[in-house]
């Protein structure tokens, strides 16, 4: 009992170590940064915008958003900088809430604006300032979890540090600073994976369900942790005769995974009882975007991009797109990165990804493809486990060289965006 109970203790204390240790990490590389992008992207409006004379620095934000004038120039450029694409979107929701008058904005989540709003309380009632304070928060949480998710369901620390490197480094990574949804949900997703590894089937389902109100595609995260609740009970995939028992079994254990999906269904309901119309008709009517079945949303694609070679080699997009699922059959074919969970999470978001097709804007009928691929796919971070393990074993130099390479992307990038050429 004596050994037992020192065995306990020297878990409990390596944890809190590995904890504090994920943290003391995330946190440096999080405030690192956004130290360095708030100076790049005010460096880079100031020698852009001398090429857009006539343009505010939160030139993108419509009369239509009510967002609070920037009073000064300081404000100019370290706030203005950020109110781009869909960005002014989760600001508008902020400042204003959901209506009918700006109903393209209600097709995104509740809990990012509601975060912004309560941060709002202690910044003065700035969206923009408290919206540094929630993405740099929520990045460092989320940094944290992927230290801790690398060395737990790896079983490598290293792994995990490397990822919270690869993660900052990355060429988009400058969305998870802006006042959008990305950083909230890479928390929530990481967060639901550990907790169900954990069998703390309650915590993980309530987790999906902030999840689920940040972004409707949080439900897929309800797959990825039913497959860790199955293989919790019992399941062996090769042996269909314990997939009834295991399912048996993880429904009575794991009931609260439920509440992943639930999430978005108050968010429906939240819009309806705003009498707001319904998402596919906002989507279609506001946005203008549709979205058909996956195996369509592929053949649309690719349709698009054998018809516009020319538009198609510029576009991020589209690199991306083929990029990811390169990644995913990469991820196939190694049994540490070949692990249904990652896998059923990947794919599930690659499928919503592809199925969500634009149209030119202010028409409906000349359809392109799935626009803001790049964007969403920051978040696909069993991806950037893979990438980090990759670049972890090169040598000394090309690592380096491919981090600064990263890392330059990142910067020019940035800058782009400051003048809306990389984007929504």
């Not at 910044?123 to 989320?142: E, M, W």
């Amino acid at each position: 009992m004596k050994l037992l109970i020192i065995t306990k203790r020297d878990n409990l204390r390596s944890m809190s170590d590995l904890w504090r240790r994920a943290a003391a990490y995330g946190i440096a590389i999080a405030l690192l940064h956004r130290l360095a992008l708030t100076i790049w992207m005010a460096l880079a409006w100031a020698f852009l915008s001398s090429y857009l004379p006539d343009a505010r620095a939160d030139f993108h934000a419509t009369a239509d958003a009510h967002l609070p004038a920037l009073a000064s120039p300081a404000e100019e450029y370290l706030l203005g900088v950020w109110r781009r694409w869909d960005a002014v979107h989760y600001l508008d929701l902020t400042v204003n809430g959901y209506r009918l008058d700006q109903a393209g904005s209600t097709v995104f989540g509740v809990l990012t604006p509601l975060a912004l709003r309560a941060a709002s309380l202690v910044t003065g009632g700035s969206a923009d300032i408290a919206s540094i304070l929630v993405q740099t928060t929520a990045f460092a949480a989320a940094l944290t979890l992927l230290y801790v998710f690398g060395a737990r369901y790896y079983q490598d620390e290293a792994l995990g540090k490397a990822a919270v490197v690869t993660t900052a480094l990355l060429p988009l990574s400058f969305y998870f600073a802006a006042p959008l949804s990305e950083s909230l949900y890479l928390t929530f997703s990481l967060a639901v994976l550990l907790l169900s590894l954990n069998g703390r089937w309650l915590a993980a389902g309530l987790t999906g369900f902030l999840a689920a109100l940040t972004r409707t595609q949080g439900v897929i995260l309800a797959a990825a942790a039913g497959v860790i609740l199955l293989d919790s009970q019992g399941i062996d995939w090769r042996a269909p005769s314990t997939w009834l028992p295991a399912a048996s079994r993880s429904l009575r254990r794991g009931w609260a995974l439920a509440l992943i999906p639930a999430g978005a269904l108050v968010f429906i309901a939240y819009r309806a009882a705003l009498a707001l119309p319904p998402l596919g008709d906002t989507y279609a009517q506001y946005s203008y975007h549709f979205f058909v079945n996956p195996l369509e949303g592929a053949w649309i694609n690719l349709r698009w991009i054998v018809t516009h070679p020319a538009e198609a080699a510029v576009s991020l997009d589209v690199w991306v797109m083929i990029a990811s699922f390169a990644g995913l059959i990469l991820a196939l074919r190694f049994p540490q990165h070949r692990r249904l969970p990652l896998i059923a999470f990947t794919l599930g978001h690659l499928l919503v990804y592809v199925s969500k097709i634009n149209w030119v804007w202010g028409t409906t009928d000349q359809p392109l493809y799935s626009q803001s691929f790049a964007r969403y796919a920051v978040v696909l971070f069993p991806l950037i486990l893979l990438i980090a393990d990759g670049a972890r074993r090169l040598p000394a130099r090309p690592r380096i060289t491919l981090g600064a390479v990263s890392g330059l992307l990142l910067l020019f990038a940035g800058a782009l965006f400051t003048v809306a050429l990389v984007g929504p």
